[in-house]
């Protein structure tokens, strides 16, 4: 209770577990139509330095179910860190809110807005970790499989990016084995593999790194890539195009885990005819659209964990 979530590494292993628990709850709650109203009397602020869907609706879906007030707050509507300083900021909205989520560029202007806030402060993305997503990632690889321990994931593409670097820990945190298949230009930072190694369950090999697709993916469970330029390097996209071709996960890349059950994640939006064909998004074996509906009860599940609640809430 009123702890922040900047990094997925920020929570145990046995929190991360119980976070986990709490998702698949209120997620079966919502298709039962159970209503609790838990955020009852409660404001939550959304800070978007960078535009979202996935994002935007499940913060918003997720508290106003529960009968809180979320209030989207764009870089147009407030002077984060323009004319006033991310530190003035945060003591101000941390007066308003009871809670504070940060969609931007900078990993430290999520830390600055938890430490001078007083509110938790929840990380919706930065140019470095994606929390929420890869919590949605691990959720529906756990409804698909029953379990997560001894699984193997192949994410393919540019491994040195916020979800890459967000899935090192969220599979040595839960047992899976994860595979980055990429160029050897766009290898992860040393730093973040060496500090994941303090993280992983026991037993649980350490990350491995392919530069050859096709010997990546053989015995796969899943695949997973992303977006070859993200939000702010977009003057990139032909090098990244010209790089990441042989990193393209189609019909025949699939194929290569020799399973007929190997799924496949995009954390969305996806570019159809570069990281993924259409008849891979399309298939039978993607589960693109669960993760994005997961993004909505992960983040309830983070928020009825963290966010300090009224009495009359939590005996509901």
Known sequence: MGRSLLKLHDFSHIELRYILDLSH????????REVTGRFRGLSLGLLFEKPSTRTRSAFETAFGEEGGHPCFLSNKDIQLGA?????DTARVLGRMFDGIMFRGYKQESVEKLAKYSGVPVYNGLTDEYHPMQVLADLMTLEENWGHLEGKTLVYAGDARNNMANTLIFGCAMTGIQLVLACPEKLTPDPRIVQESLNYLLEDTPAVRIEHDLKKAIQG????YTD?????GEEEKLQERIDLLR??????????????????????????RGNEVTTEVIEGSNSRVWDQSENRKHTTKAVLLATLPLFEKSLDR
């Open 246 to 271: 042989p990193f393209q996960i189609n019909s025949e890349s699939m194929s290569w885990s020799e399973r007929t059950n190997t799924l496949f994640l995009h954390c969305l939006p996806a570019v």
């Open 83 to 87: 004319k006033e300083t991310i530190e």
């Open 227 to 231: 977006v070859w330029a993200s939000m």
């Open 220 to 223: 796969a469970d899943a695949v």
């Open 25 to 32: 709850q209120v997620k079966a709650q919502r298709r039962s």
